[in-house]
């Protein structure tokens, strides 16, 4: 059995959502580590929801399923607002 592609898409959601995402991108190679407690600095994301709030990942959810051309791994990322400070950055 031949082996299928397979398929990576990153969803970042809107803070305090589980419903809308903010942004998401669908590539074919992984993406690295995204955990609870790192931050998102979302800068240029083409949306204005997003647009500059720094974002404390609260919660990851990772979807996998297969499709007769793909496997798929979507990364679902969740967050809130946190302030935009050094102290943020760099907890004491």
């Not at 082996?3 to 992984?30: C, F, K, M, N």
């Not at 580590?33 to 609260?58: C, E, M, R, Y």
């Amino acid at each position: 059995m031949p082996s299928r592609p397979i398929e990576y898409t990153l969803e970042v959601h809107e803070p305090g959502s589980a419903d809308d995402v903010a942004w998401s991108v669908t590539t074919s190679g992984p993406f690295l580590a995204i955990a609870p407690g790192d931050l998102l600095n979302p800068g240029n994301f083409d949306t204005s929801a997003s647009s500059t709030k720094l974002l404390l990942v609260v919660k990851v959810e990772h979807i996998l399923w297969e499709t007769q051309a793909a496997v798929k791994h979507t990364l679902r990322v969740f967050t809130r607002v946190v302030p935009d400070t050094r102290e943020v950055r760099l907890p004491q």
